[in-house]
T-cell receptor, first 111, second 117 residues
Framework: SQQGEEDPQALSIQEGENATMNCSYKTSINNLQWYRQNSGRGLVHLILIRSNEREKHSGRLRVTLDTSKKSSSLLITASRAADTASYFCATPNTGGFKTIFGAGTRLFVKA | NAGVTQTPKFRVLKTGQSMTLLCAQDMNHEYMYWYRQDPGMGLRLIHYSVGEGTTAKGEVPDGYNVSRLKKQNFLLGLESAAPSQTSVYFC????????????????FGEGSRLTVL
Protein backbone atom coordinates (compact mmCIF):
# COMPACT_ATOMS: atom_id res chain seq x y z
CA SER A 1 0.00 0.00 0.00
CA GLN A 2 1.15 3.53 -0.68
CA GLN A 3 2.50 5.34 2.36
CA GLY A 4 2.86 8.70 0.63
CA GLU A 5 0.35 10.19 -1.76
CA GLU A 6 1.17 13.33 -3.75
CA ASP A 7 -1.20 16.01 -4.88
CA PRO A 8 -1.62 17.24 -7.56
CA GLN A 9 -0.75 14.43 -9.96
CA ALA A 10 0.39 16.98 -12.54
CA LEU A 11 1.20 20.68 -12.46
CA SER A 12 1.97 23.08 -15.30
CA ILE A 13 3.31 26.57 -14.55
CA GLN A 14 5.24 29.39 -16.18
CA GLU A 15 8.91 29.97 -15.53
CA GLY A 16 9.35 32.26 -12.55
CA GLU A 17 6.21 31.09 -10.76
CA ASN A 18 6.21 29.05 -7.58
CA ALA A 19 5.26 25.38 -7.58
CA THR A 20 3.69 23.68 -4.57
CA MET A 21 3.28 19.94 -4.21
CA ASN A 22 1.62 18.17 -1.33
CA CYS A 23 2.11 14.76 0.21
CA SER A 24 -0.01 12.84 2.68
CA TYR A 25 1.07 9.74 4.55
CA LYS A 26 -0.64 7.21 6.74
CA THR A 27 1.52 6.11 9.66
CA SER A 28 3.96 7.64 12.13
CA ILE A 29 7.29 8.56 10.62
CA ASN A 30 10.82 9.43 11.68
CA ASN A 31 11.45 11.51 8.61
CA LEU A 32 10.00 12.38 5.22
CA GLN A 33 12.06 12.80 2.08
CA TRP A 34 11.51 14.39 -1.31
CA TYR A 35 13.09 13.09 -4.50
CA ARG A 36 13.21 14.37 -8.07
CA GLN A 37 13.22 12.27 -11.22
CA ASN A 38 14.07 13.72 -14.60
CA SER A 39 12.57 11.93 -17.56
CA GLY A 40 14.30 8.59 -18.20
CA ARG A 41 16.64 8.96 -15.23
CA GLY A 42 16.95 7.67 -11.69
CA LEU A 43 15.63 9.45 -8.61
CA VAL A 44 17.76 12.02 -6.86
CA HIS A 45 17.37 12.95 -3.20
CA LEU A 46 16.41 16.60 -2.70
CA ILE A 47 15.70 17.21 0.95
CA LEU A 48 14.85 15.41 4.18
CA ILE A 49 12.77 16.72 7.06
CA ARG A 50 12.71 14.97 10.42
CA SER A 51 9.53 14.40 12.38
CA ASN A 52 10.52 17.00 15.01
CA GLU A 53 11.03 19.70 12.36
CA ARG A 54 8.26 21.88 10.93
CA GLU A 55 10.06 23.59 8.08
CA LYS A 56 13.30 23.23 6.18
CA HIS A 57 14.95 25.22 3.40
CA SER A 58 17.51 24.29 0.78
CA GLY A 59 18.19 26.85 -1.92
CA ARG A 60 14.89 27.43 -3.76
CA LEU A 61 13.24 24.52 -1.97
CA ARG A 62 11.08 24.81 1.12
CA VAL A 63 9.59 21.78 2.80
CA THR A 64 7.01 21.84 5.56
CA LEU A 65 5.81 18.99 7.72
CA ASP A 66 2.63 18.77 9.76
CA THR A 67 2.69 15.53 11.72
CA SER A 68 -0.77 16.17 13.22
CA LYS A 69 -2.23 16.14 9.71
CA LYS A 70 0.25 13.60 8.39
CA SER A 71 1.11 15.87 5.48
CA SER A 72 4.06 17.63 3.90
CA SER A 73 4.48 20.19 1.16
CA LEU A 74 7.33 20.99 -1.18
CA LEU A 75 7.58 24.54 -2.50
CA ILE A 76 9.89 25.39 -5.39
CA THR A 77 10.27 29.14 -5.69
CA ALA A 78 11.07 31.04 -8.90
CA SER A 79 10.80 27.88 -10.97
CA ARG A 80 12.94 27.27 -14.03
CA ALA A 81 12.47 25.11 -17.10
CA ALA A 82 15.15 22.81 -15.68
CA ASP A 83 12.82 22.07 -12.72
CA THR A 84 10.59 20.10 -15.10
CA ALA A 85 10.55 16.62 -13.56
CA SER A 86 8.52 14.27 -11.39
CA TYR A 87 8.68 14.80 -7.64
CA PHE A 88 8.12 12.07 -5.10
CA CYS A 89 7.69 12.08 -1.36
CA ALA A 90 9.02 9.07 0.49
CA THR A 91 8.68 7.81 4.01
CA PRO A 92 10.32 4.96 5.91
CA ASN A 93 7.91 2.31 7.11
CA THR A 94 7.44 1.80 10.83
CA GLY A 95 10.29 -0.69 10.97
CA GLY A 96 12.52 1.77 9.16
CA PHE A 97 14.20 -0.57 6.70
CA LYS A 98 11.89 0.12 3.80
CA THR A 99 11.22 3.48 2.16
CA ILE A 100 7.81 3.77 0.57
CA PHE A 101 7.15 6.16 -2.30
CA GLY A 102 4.03 7.91 -3.47
CA ALA A 103 2.90 8.05 -7.11
CA GLY A 104 4.55 11.44 -7.64
CA THR A 105 3.69 14.86 -9.03
CA ARG A 106 4.70 15.66 -12.61
CA LEU A 107 5.82 19.27 -12.84
CA PHE A 108 6.11 21.04 -16.19
CA VAL A 109 7.68 24.48 -16.22
CA LYS A 110 7.09 26.42 -19.42
CA ALA A 111 9.83 28.77 -20.57
CA ASN B 1 33.01 7.36 -7.93
CA ALA B 2 30.30 5.68 -10.00
CA GLY B 3 27.63 5.47 -7.24
CA VAL B 4 24.99 2.89 -8.18
CA THR B 5 25.38 1.14 -11.53
CA GLN B 6 22.73 -1.06 -13.12
CA THR B 7 23.20 -3.47 -16.00
CA PRO B 8 21.72 -3.95 -18.51
CA LYS B 9 19.96 -0.65 -19.23
CA PHE B 10 17.53 -2.20 -21.69
CA ARG B 11 16.36 -5.75 -22.29
CA VAL B 12 13.60 -7.43 -24.25
CA LEU B 13 12.50 -10.90 -23.19
CA LYS B 14 9.98 -13.41 -24.41
CA THR B 15 7.45 -14.83 -21.97
CA GLY B 16 9.00 -17.65 -19.98
CA GLN B 17 12.62 -16.57 -20.43
CA SER B 18 14.83 -15.85 -17.46
CA MET B 19 17.27 -13.06 -16.78
CA THR B 20 19.25 -11.34 -14.07
CA LEU B 21 19.64 -7.62 -13.41
CA LEU B 22 22.84 -6.58 -11.72
CA CYS B 23 23.23 -3.69 -9.33
CA ALA B 24 26.63 -2.58 -8.09
CA GLN B 25 27.41 0.21 -5.61
CA ASP B 26 30.81 1.58 -4.65
CA MET B 27 29.75 3.55 -1.57
CA ASN B 28 30.11 0.69 0.95
CA HIS B 29 26.40 0.92 1.76
CA GLU B 30 24.84 -1.78 3.90
CA TYR B 31 21.30 -1.45 2.57
CA MET B 32 20.24 -2.18 -1.00
CA TYR B 33 16.84 -2.21 -2.66
CA TRP B 34 15.10 -3.18 -5.87
CA TYR B 35 12.06 -1.14 -6.96
CA ARG B 36 9.88 -1.30 -10.01
CA GLN B 37 8.26 1.78 -11.53
CA ASP B 38 5.07 1.58 -13.52
CA PRO B 39 3.09 4.52 -14.97
CA GLY B 40 0.85 6.16 -12.39
CA MET B 41 1.96 3.84 -9.59
CA GLY B 42 5.18 5.36 -8.38
CA LEU B 43 7.88 3.04 -7.11
CA ARG B 44 7.05 -0.27 -5.48
CA LEU B 45 9.57 -2.20 -3.43
CA ILE B 46 10.31 -5.71 -4.71
CA HIS B 47 13.05 -6.99 -2.38
CA TYR B 48 15.67 -5.45 -0.17
CA SER B 49 18.81 -6.39 1.74
CA VAL B 50 20.10 -5.09 5.06
CA GLY B 51 23.57 -6.53 4.60
CA GLU B 52 25.73 -9.05 2.79
CA GLY B 53 24.08 -12.46 2.72
CA THR B 54 20.63 -11.16 3.71
CA THR B 55 17.49 -10.55 1.67
CA ALA B 56 13.88 -9.74 2.51
CA LYS B 57 10.59 -9.34 0.66
CA GLY B 58 9.11 -5.98 -0.15
CA GLU B 59 5.62 -5.06 -1.37
CA VAL B 60 5.63 -6.98 -4.67
CA PRO B 61 8.10 -9.90 -4.43
CA ASP B 62 6.23 -12.56 -6.41
CA GLY B 63 8.01 -13.72 -9.56
CA TYR B 64 11.38 -12.31 -8.47
CA ASN B 65 14.36 -13.64 -6.56
CA VAL B 66 17.39 -11.78 -5.25
CA SER B 67 20.85 -12.51 -3.93
CA ARG B 68 23.45 -10.45 -2.05
CA LEU B 69 26.56 -12.59 -2.05
CA LYS B 70 28.88 -9.56 -1.96
CA LYS B 71 28.21 -6.32 -0.11
CA GLN B 72 28.58 -4.21 -3.23
CA ASN B 73 26.27 -6.28 -5.47
CA PHE B 74 22.54 -6.97 -5.39
CA LEU B 75 21.11 -9.20 -8.11
CA LEU B 76 17.47 -9.37 -9.18
CA GLY B 77 16.38 -12.48 -11.04
CA LEU B 78 13.31 -13.32 -13.07
CA GLU B 79 13.00 -17.09 -13.44
CA SER B 80 10.09 -17.12 -15.89
CA ALA B 81 9.30 -13.68 -17.23
CA ALA B 82 5.69 -12.59 -17.71
CA PRO B 83 4.28 -9.56 -19.58
CA SER B 84 3.16 -8.13 -16.20
CA GLN B 85 6.86 -7.75 -15.35
CA THR B 86 7.34 -5.21 -18.12
CA SER B 87 8.55 -2.22 -16.15
CA VAL B 88 11.47 0.01 -15.31
CA TYR B 89 13.55 -1.43 -12.49
CA PHE B 90 15.56 0.74 -10.13
CA CYS B 91 18.22 -0.31 -7.71
CA UNK B 92 19.00 1.89 -4.73
CA UNK B 93 21.37 1.80 -1.80
CA UNK B 94 21.60 3.62 1.50
CA UNK B 95 24.11 4.07 4.31
CA UNK B 96 21.50 4.02 7.04
CA UNK B 97 17.87 3.14 7.40
CA UNK B 98 15.01 5.39 8.36
CA UNK B 99 14.41 3.99 11.81
CA UNK B 100 16.21 4.85 15.06
CA UNK B 101 17.29 8.28 13.87
CA UNK B 102 18.91 7.21 10.63
CA UNK B 103 18.03 9.13 7.51
CA UNK B 104 17.57 6.30 5.04
CA UNK B 105 18.55 8.60 2.15
CA UNK B 106 18.53 6.53 -1.01
CA UNK B 107 20.97 6.67 -3.91
CA PHE B 108 19.50 5.38 -7.15
CA GLY B 109 20.85 3.86 -10.31
CA GLU B 110 19.68 5.05 -13.71
CA GLY B 111 17.23 2.19 -14.18
CA SER B 112 16.85 -0.93 -16.31
CA ARG B 113 13.99 -0.93 -18.79
CA LEU B 114 12.59 -4.44 -19.28
CA THR B 115 10.00 -5.43 -21.87
CA VAL B 116 8.45 -8.89 -21.79
CA LEU B 117 6.67 -9.90 -24.99
Amino acid sequence: SQQGEEDPQALSIQEGENATMNCSYKTSINNLQWYRQNSGRGLVHLILIRSNEREKHSGRLRVTLDTSKKSSSLLITASRAADTASYFCATPNTGGFKTIFGAGTRLFVKA
Amino acid sequence: NAGVTQTPKFRVLKTGQSMTLLCAQDMNHEYMYWYRQDPGMGLRLIHYSVGEGTTAKGEVPDGYNVSRLKKQNFLLGLESAAPSQTSVYFCASSYSYGGRGGTGELFFGEGSRLTVL
